[in-house]
Each structure stands twice: as structure tokens, then as C-alpha cells.
């Protein structure tokens, strides 16, 4: 009976030390989003910190920031979106569409790490290959591209120049990437957070000025950026 009783006793110490653990997950608290005026990073070269907005969208978790975004004050396009099209298809590949800086180490489409610095952000399709058949729900992304590697505005010249800078950032070699995606909801205010994809996609929905090159009229561009979430890797 002793020794059942002590079993018992033990038993119930380690149920209570299992359960009293922390879950990963259950104390995370809700990202905020807040806009603020605020210059570009300094770490930027001055000819991309010349075409991005003077506020920064920022994100916070228990008041912390881990992602602030600037973007361009005018997205340049290289034809009028179609009426039945998602809209950044408009946009030409390794045009910059803003910046990040990264607080604390992320994770970005591919679940790979994104360590803290500040990176230029550029619009990237993804290849139309096996390799990336069903891994996304669009093929349109922005790609991470360090700032002190990224010196031009128009810096690349075709598709493996900017994926082959992208992906000094991550111990996998992979382009660093965040995924766009059309807004469910085009009503409301710009910018705001959802979630997506029952809940995995965590976005921000934006509204960002663009212009056809050569084109007088300018149009809004409506998207939504996934900031955490992962593809079908």
C-alpha cells in the first residue's frame, strides 16, 4: 500500500508538472498594427529611401515591434491590371514595392528564417515549374533582399539575379519570400490585419498607390501580405 501511495504521488507530480507547462502558442497574444510617421531606415541607399512613404506600417506583439513595412509612394506598373485578374500581376518583376525591417528573428512563406536587419522589398513570380506546383495559393510574392546588398532601384535585371540575392539570408539558400494574395473583402479601412487560409495566414490587407509607366491615371493596388503562415512546403 506504501509503495502504491507513493507511486500515486509521483504519478500525480509529474501530471502536474506536464500540465503546468507552457503550450507554445497558448500566451501569444494578437499582432497589432499601427501607422507612424516615420522616415525610411537609414540603412537604406538614399535612391530607394527617395521613392517609399514617410510612415511606417508597423507591427507589434505585447508591445513589441517585430515587423515595420515602408512602401513606395507609387507602385510603377508595367500595364493596366485586368478587370478579371489579381492586380499585382500588373506589377514588373524586381520592381521595389518597400521595405522591412525585421525586429526579431521571423519566418518567412517556406518557414525559413528571417534573421533582424533591414531588407528592400521587391515583387517576385514565382517559377511556373514542378518544383512549386500547389506550394502557394498565388504565384506573386515579395522577396527579401538586404539592404546593404541592394544599393539601385533598378538593381536586377531578370528573375535568378534577384532570386540569387535573395537568398544569402537563410542557412537553407532559398529565396526569403512573404506571399501576396488578393484581399477577401476590398471594403474598409487600409491598411488592417485578417486572417486567412482558416486562420494559418496571418495578413496585412493594403491599399497602395500605382501608375501604368508612361500612363497619367493612377489606381489602387489592393493585396494582402502574408506576414506569418506557411505554404504547402
Partial sequence: M???LISLLLLGLVWF??????????????????????????ELADEIRSVLQPTAVRL?????P???FWFRKEIPLAKKPGADSFAMTAVKEGTVLGAIKVY?????????????GVYVLRFCLQPEDGDHLGTSPTATFM???????????????DHDDLAEASSTINAAEHPSNL?????AEAAGDFPRLASYHD???????????????GGADRLMLTFALVYEGVGEI
Fill in 2 to 4: 506504501r509503495l502504491t
Fill in 17 to 42: 508538472s506536464i500540465s503546468a507547462a507552457p503550450v507554445p502558442g497558448w500566451a501569444d497574444e494578437p499582432a497589432k498594427l499601427a501607422v507612424t510617421k516615420k522616415a525610411p531606415p537609414a
Fill in 60 to 64: 507589434t506583439e505585447g508591445n513589441e
Fill in 66 to 68: 517585430f515587423f515595420e
Fill in 104 to 116: 526579431e528573428e521571423r519566418y518567412d512563406f517556406k518557414d525559413e528564417e528571417i534573421p533582424p
Fill in 143 to 157: 522577396l527579401l533582399v538586404p539592404a546593404k546588398d541592394n544599393r539601385k532601384l533598378e538593381a536586377f535585371a
Fill in 179 to 183: 506571399n501576396l494574395r488578393p484581399v
Fill in 199 to 213: 486562420g494559418d495566414h496571418k495578413v496585412v490587407c493594403l491599399r497602395l498607390p500605382a501608375k501604368v509607366d
